[in-house]
């Protein structure tokens, strides 16, 4: 059983912002596969998708408290950390580009930092795609995540989560 995890902060308001590159991901990676859809699951705070042997999930307590809704998935159908892949925007790589592997840091990511804690440890997959924007250098990262894009990154944000999708497909 693989559990895929696309990380953002739950609420309408939050829907098409920066942080939530990794519930863009996921959706577009159910609707390319014809899945179907979430249902809420309260008892573990996401949004669970169950389709043959894995769970897609979208946490619902907002980015910084990931760790929560993850390891209670985790717990809950026993999936071992080496089976989880986590999905999720990041400051530190050019708009567009995708980056995955297994690193040991959450390199200042809060909701990686929350999932390492409660997982008590960092050896899961993680897919991370890059919102970096040279033109908001002056601007403090916690305003630039909950940006909604703009028209100008439209097209590089799209085809980076395609590649993301196409990532989650390989490691599947």
């Known amino acids: 059983m693989k559990l895929i995890v ?5 609420g309408k308001e939050y829907k098409e912002t920066k942080h939530n590159a990794g519930f863009m991901a996921v959706d577009l990676f159910i609707d390319n596969n014809n899945l179907g859809k979430f249902t809420e699951n309260k008892k573990l705070k996401s949004e669970i998708l169950k389709s043959r042997e894995i769970i897609v999930a979208k946490p619902t307590t907002f980015m910084n408290l990931s760790g929560d809704a993850v ?3 985790k717990q809950y159908y026993k999936i071992d950390i080496k ?3 986590i999905i999720y925007d990041d400051l530190d790589i050019e708009m567009g580009e995708v980056k995955s592997g297994i690193f040991k840091s959450s390199a200042g ?3 990686i930092k929350s999932i390492i804690e409660k997982l008590g440890g960092s050896e899961f997959m993680r897919i991370r795609i890059g919102i970096k924007n ?3 250098k002056n601007i403090p990262s916690e305003d630039i995540v909950l ?3 703009m028209n100008s990154e439209i097209e590089k944000i799209n085809l980076a989560l395609q590649e993301a999708v196409k990532k989650i ?3 599947l």
């Not at 696309?6 to 739950?10: K, T």
């Open 71 to 73: 390891s209670l998935i």
């Open 147 to 149: 940006q909604k894009f």
């Open 83 to 85: 089976d989880i892949i």
């Open 6 to 10: 696309g990380l953002g902060n739950p």
């Open 169 to 171: 497909e390989s490691l």
């Open 134 to 136: 040279d033109e908001m």
């Open 109 to 111: 990511h809060n909701g």
